[in-house]
C-alpha cells in the first residue's frame, strides 16, 4: 500500500506557519490530494476557518499540545484523515509552543510508521523578531530549530543584512546541519520552492565546515578578530580608515567591542561612509576584551588575519 507522505511546518507563535501553508498550496504540490491536520492550542481556530474559507481541507486537533498532552490525537487525526480522504500528503502544524523533537518521535510509531512516512520538517523562524522570540521561550525556539531539515526565515523584507547575517549564524550555531532559506517568499519562484523543501543533509558537520558556512551566507562573509588583550582605540580608527580605502575588501558592515588599557571600554560601528565610535560606561568594561565583526563580500583573509598583530 502507498504511505501517505507527512510533512510537519513548525514555528513559534507568530511565525507565519500558515502564510507558508499557503504558498505550498498555491503551486507547490498543485497534482496532489491534501489533508491539513490543525493543532491549535485554544478553543478557538482561528487558522482552520480562514483555511477552509480557501478551498482548503482542514482537521483541527484542539486538545492541547500534540507534542505532549494530546499524543494520541496525533495518531487519531492521522489514521482519521487515511481513513476518511485517502490523501497523498498530510500538513501538520502544530501548535506554536510544540516540541518538535517530540513530534518527530511521534512520528516513528510502528503504526504510523506502516500508514505513512515523513517528507519534509521545516521550520519557520521569524526574523524580524527573533531575538524577542529566544527571550520569551529559548527552550521551544532552539528544539524547532534543531529538530528541522530545512528553515525558512519569514518577514526578512527590508531587513538589514547585518542583521539577517547574525540571525543565519545564530540559526547554525544551533543546528550545523540545517539548511538556511533567508530570501523573501514572495521573491521565490514556485518551481524553486518545492527545490529548497527537499534539501537535507543529515551527515555531521565539522568545526571548519561550520565556520565555512557561516561565513559564505548568500555571497556575504564575515571575519571575526577576537583577542583578550586590550588595544589602542587609534588603532581602530586607522583600521576604518584603511577599510574605507578597500585594503580589505568589500565591507559592509562592522560591529565590535574593544577595550583601551587607559581610556576604557569602546562600541565600535562602521558602516560605508559613516564610522560611529563610542566610550561606554566604565562598569561595562571587562578587562582586555576585543570583539571585532566584518561582514562584505571579496573580504581579504590573509590581510585581515595581520591586524592589529591578530
Known amino acids: 500500500m502507498k504511505k501517505t507522505k507527512i510533512d510537519i511546518i513548525s514555528g513559534f507563535l507568530g511565525a507565519g506557519k500558515t502564510t507558508f501553508i499557503k504558498k505550498l498550496m498555491e503551486g507547490v504540490f498543485p497534482d496532489e490530494t491534501i489533508v491539513i491536520l490543525e493543532n491549535e492550542f485554544g478553543r478557538i481556530n482561528i487558522d482552520q476557518e480562514n483555511l477552509g474559507r480557501e478551498g482548503l481541507t482542514v482537521k483541527p486537533i484542539q486538545a492541547g499540545c500534540i507534542c505532549c ?65 529566544t527571550m520569551i521561550s529559548k527552550d521551544f525556539f532552539e528544539d524547532q530549530i534543531r529538530a528541522s531539515q530545512v528553515i525558512f526565515l ?52 565539522s568545526k571548519q565546515q561550520l565556520r565555512l558556512r557561516i561565513n559564505h551566507v548568500n555571497d556575504f562573509e564575515s571575519y571575526e578578530i577576537i583577542r583578550e588583550d586590550s588595544i589602542n582605540i587609534n588603532e581602530v580608527r586607522l583600521f576604518i580608515n584603511d577599510i574605507e580605502n578597500n585594503i580589505y575588501g568589500e565591507v559592509h558592515r562592522l560591529k565590535g567591542i574593544c577595550t583601551d588599557s587607559e581610556q576604557g ?44 598583530n591578530n
Not at 499524543?71 to 489514521?79: D, R, Y
Not at 539548511?179 to 524553486?192: E, G, N, R
Not at 560605508?272 to 581579504?300: F, H, M, V, W, Y
Request: hydrophobic share 35%.
Open 154 to 205: 519569514s518577514k526578512t523584507d527590508g531587513m538589514d543584512e547585518f542583521k539577517k547575517h547574525t540571525i543565519i549564524t545564530e540559526i547554525y550555531k544551533i543546528n550545523p546541519s540545517c539548511h538556511i532559506i533567508s530570501d523573501p517568499w514572495d521573491s521565490i519562484p514556485l518551481a524553486s520552492f518545492k527545490q529548497l523543501m527537499e534539501l537535507k543533509n543529515d551527515a555531521p558537520v
Open 69 to 133: 498532552s494530546s499524543s494520541m490525537e496525533l495518531s487519531k487525526g492521522i489514521f482519521d484523515i487515511t481513513e476518511e480522504f485517502h490523501p497523498d500528503r498530510i500538513i501538520v502544524e502544530p501548535t506554536g509552543i510544540a516540541k518538535l523533537s517530540e513530534m518527530k518521535k511521534l512520528l516513528l510509531q510502528k503504526e504510523l510508521e506502516e500508514l505513512c512516512e515523513t517528507d519534509h520538517i521545516i521550520t519557520i523562524v521569524d526574523g524580524k523578531n527573533y531575538y524577542l522570540r
Open 265 to 308: 571600554l569602546y562600541s565600535v560601528e562602521y558602516v560605508p561612509g559613516e564610522t560611529n565610535i563610542k566610550q561606554l560606561p566604565d562598569q561595562t568594561a571587562r578587562s582586555g576584551q576585543t570583539k571585532i565583526c566584518l561582514i562584505g563580500r571579496s573580504l581579504e583573509a590573509e590581510k585581515l588575519d595581520k591586524v592589529f
